[in-house]
């Protein structure tokens, strides 16, 4: 089995043309205030997941560097995006809904021709089968233009007055000022922008990190930002997370942090601002999401969902499966089918048709996947599957890992990787106890095909996670539904109506319905003289 992983991995000339990178791509300069500036500082050494075989073994493949600036080239950023806000008289948050709708679509279309290296960076980047890199980036289109219709219809429903107790007020979202936006790396365009376009587009400006890898896969857009958007409205920050972030987030004009990744991150971001009431936190972090299998369930069905639920993209979906409570009575058979189904996913390179399992982008991955699974059997356990937990280099090949116990690591810790661990159990109590006991509260996958056991079980988790599935895996979309989590899960809810809520605040201009005041209104909306006052409607 070593043997067929190692060769997975291909020398340079063998990857096919069309999905290769035509040259290095040396990022050397970054969007601030609405300049590309450029950068001759050090720089971030690009390794992608897959290693080109060669003579003297088996390397990264080097596909580019970006740049490492500093907390100066921050804090210029913060300054422009501060000043583009000027306390909410700015160009940008100043601008009518449909203009800043325009600006959107304008981005958009330049964003869309991108798309042929948008994709291959993401590939190259993270090791995304080309399949679903072509899905995410298409999603994101998509939950652009959802985002667009969304706001049109929340537009629609604030352009009238409404009158209670003889006062008339007009109700509309306002920005909240300067939003700092960083992504995760497993979906670095997706979830990236499903945090920066509502912010963007409900009047906000922008401070916007990459994640530390799916960086470049940005760079191709920046021109697309400079152009659609005023200066100072979206500005990219480069450089060492803990170096450039603090420093952002002391200053205290940071308005809202919005980010997905880790909830110690988090914490320890959000207290650094000086007046905690003033930064509003949009977060998506850490989840556990089990997956409960009953001992009336369809086997077969509960296998095809926790294969997908538990290695779609290698495992590393912040919604994927990643404890499996099987009844004891049925857990032998349903290993055995799981292990029958993991067989015949196909592993390889990410440009191969059908490929499932591909190389994994973080460099420690592999040994702390290890490290879990040693652990584990140092407690009891055993790996299930032929050659279950192998590697090589960047690739891991999954382990089904069973029976998991409340003293290995595998039963707390988020694996983030091909690794499914299975917890027997006898009682339903035992899975319901570990969910209310978890820190996490994303979602749980219940597998039964008893209406009644369905129904007890959904009124005991529903209080415990946000979202549980029946009969199917975790998921996040659709992308209309809300997203959110419990404990340190989530803060704050995205959907494509949710994200323009968490960016915004409801404001309202109101006054005493008298003669005079009617007279003072209908003169601003006759003539039309205020953005913000006013009963235009977008079609
Ligand atoms: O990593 C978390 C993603 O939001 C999951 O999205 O459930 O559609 O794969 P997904």
């Not at 906000?204 to 191709?220: D, E, S, V």
């Not at 905690?276 to 296998?303: C, E, M, P, S």
């Not at 003293?407 to 299975?422: A, D, N, R, T, W």
Request: proline fraction near 5%.
């Amino acid at each position: 089995m070593k043997e067929k992983i190692k060769a997975i991995f291909v020398t340079e000339q063998e990857i096919p043309d069309e999905y290769n990178l035509a040259q290095e791509l040396n990022q050397k300069e970054y969007l601030s205030n609405g300049k590309m500036l450029s950068w001759d500082g050090p720089s971030h050494t690009v390794y992608s997941p897959i290693c080109i075989k060669t003579k003297d073994g088996y390397h990264r493949k080097v596909i580019g560097t970006y740049p490492i600036c500093t907390e100066k080239e921050a804090m210029e950023s913060l300054d422009a995006a501060v000043a583009a806000y000027d306390n909410g008289r700015g160009k940008w948050p100043a601008l009518s809904v449909q203009d800043r709708i325009n600006c959107v679509e304008h981005f958009t279309h330049k964003m869309i021709a991108q798309k042929d290296v948008v994709v291959k960076l993401l590939m190259w980047e993270i090791g995304k089968s080309f399949a679903d890199s072509v899905k995410e980036f298409d999603r994101t289109v998509e939950y652009i233009y959802a985002t667009i219709d969304a706001l049109k219809d929340i537009d629609r429903q604030s352009s009238r007055f409404e009158i209670v107790q003889n006062i008339v007020a007009q109700i509309r979202r306002s920005p909240l000022g300067v939003v700092l936006c960083m992504g995760p790396f497993n979906y670095p365009l997706n979830e990236t922008f499903t945090t920066l376009i509502p912010a963007l587009i409900m009047g906000n400006t922008i401070l916007f990190k990459p994640p530390k890898h799916g960086t470049l896969l940005h760079y191709p857009l920046l021109e697309a930002f400079k152009e659609s958007f005023p200066a100072g409205v979206v500005n990219t920050i480069y450089g060492r997370g803990n170096t450039i972030i603090p420093p952002l987030m002391k200053t205290g004009n940071i308005n809202v942090l919005t980010l997905i990744g880790s909830s110690k991150v988090a914490n320890e971001l959000k207290k650094l601002h000086p007046k905690v009431n003033r930064l509003r936190a949009i977060l998506g972090l850490d989840a556990k999401n089990a997956a409960i299998i009953t001992a009336k369930a369809d086997l077969k069905l509960a296998v095809e969902e926790v294969v997908l639920g538990s290695l779609s993209f290698n495992g590393q979906r912040c919604t994927a499966l990643k404890i499996i409570f099987v009844h004891q009575s049925i857990a032998v058979e349903f290993i055995k089918q799981l292990n029958i189904a993991i067989e015949k996913l196909k592993f390889g390179m990410p440009w191969e048709k059908g490929v499932t399992l591909t190389p994994l982008p973080e460099p420690q991955k592999p040994v702390y996947l290890k490290e879990c699974i040693d652990d584990a059997i140092a407690h009891g356990a055993k790996v299930m599957n032929n050659f279950g937990g192998e590697s090589f280099e960047s690739f891991v090949y999954p382990a089904v890992v069973y029976p998991v116990n409340n003293s290995m690591k595998l039963y707390k810790e988020e694996q983030f990787g091909p690794v499914i661990p299975i917890v027997p159990y006898v009682t339903l109590e035992e899975p319901i106890n570990y969910l209310i006991e978890s820190t996490h509260g994303q979602q749980v996958s219940i597998f039964s095909n008893n209406a009644d056991e369905i129904a007890a079980l959904i009124d005991q988790l529903i209080n415990q996670v946000s979202r549980v599935n029946i009969n199917s895996q975790c998921q996040r979309g659709p992308d209309v539904f809300p997203f959110t989590g419990r404990k340190d899960s989530a803060e704050g809810t995205l959907s494509v109506v949710d994200a323009l809520r968490s960016f915004s605040i409801r404001s309202l201009v109101a006054t005493k319905l008298n003669d005079h005041n009617k007279k003072l209104i209908n003169e601003i909306i006759s003539k039309d003289t205020s953005n913000f006052l006013s009963t235009k409607y977008i079609f």
